[in-house]
Every structure is written in structure tokens, then in C-alpha cells.
């Protein structure tokens, strides 16, 4: 069974970022420039700069940066108390048409398992510069910013 715990997650502070819908994005990896653009146009504070940062000479480095002033200027706040997560996703079953489904799920805290073990499951195959991409995010950011 997996060791779970909960964690102090970073959550928007609405009032100094702005609207929820104009904040969030897709996945990094389905993203493309054009769309990351359009994010950014609707509103300056979306995830978008955190999870695909693209500016500066270290996109990664850039993206700390802009982490630690979001949490100076209070856009984003740390909980008080470790929790657990839930969410809820609504999409359409074929990208843009199709029936809505709906996914729930669990944000929390797991104790890293060797696969073999059959605890945690591997995500599907990854190539290794993607690996690498998040790898360098997370290091220069200490965050993780999606559930892929």
C-alpha cells in the first residue's frame, strides 16, 4: 500500500492574480507556442510561466524567479496546514467535441517506491529529454506545477 501524507501546497491568492479560468492551463506537453502565448495575453500571473517558462537566457531559472516574486507580492500563498487535495476535471471525450467525462482525483504526498514493487505505477513511456525538462524545472523551482 502506498505510504501517503499530506503536504503545504501553493494555491493562488485570487484577489491579487485574478480569475481561476484565466490562471490555469493544460499540461505542459500538449501546449503549443501559440496557445502558451495566448494564456499569457489573458492573463500575466497564468501557471503557463511556471510550467512552460520559455523567457530569459535559463528558462528554469527565470521561472524561479518569477516563483519567488508571485510569493513575495502575495499572487501566490502557501496553506497554513499540510492537506490532502481533491479535484475534479470536466473535459470532452474527443478533445473539443465529444461526450463530457469527468475525472477525480488526489494530490498528496507519496513515499517514493522502487516499480518493481507494483506500489506506485509508472506513468506511461517518457522520453528522456522530457525527463530532463522537468527534472531541471523542478530543481531550479523546488515545485512540481502539474500531475503529469
Not at 29 to 56: A, H, V
Not at 82 to 88: I, S, T, V
Request: glycine share 6%; hydrophobic share 35%.
Amino acid at each position: 500500500m502506498a505510504d501517503i501524507r499530506p503536504f503545504r501546497a501553493l494555491r493562488y491568492h485570487l484577489e491579487k492574480a485574478g480569475n481561476i479560468q484565466d490562471l490555469t492551463c493544460p499540461p505542459y506537453d500538449i501546449i503549443s507556442e501559440e496557445q502558451r502565448q495566448e494564456y499569457l495575453s489573458r492573463n500575466g500571473c497564468n501557471l503557463i510561466r511556471l510550467e512552460l517558462p520559455k523567457e530569459g537566457e535559463d528558462p528554469y531559472e527565470e521561472a524561479a524567479r518569477t516563483l519567488a516574486q508571485w510569493r513575495q507580492e502575495g499572487v501566490l500563498c502557501l496553506d497554513l496546514e499540510p492537506g490532502f487535495y481533491l479535484y475534479e476535471e470536466e473535459f470532452l471525450s474527443q478533445v473539443d467535441r465529444g461526450e463530457a467525462r469527468k475525472v477525480r482525483g488526489l494530490v498528496c504526498r507519496v513515499r517514493l517506491e522502487d516499480f518493481a514493487n507494483g506500489v506506485v505505477l509508472p506513468h506511461e513511456e517518457t522520453l528522456s529529454k522530457a525527463k530532463e525538462d522537468r527534472f531541471r524545472l523542478f530543481s531550479a523551482t523546488r515545485c512540481n506545477f502539474s500531475s503529469i
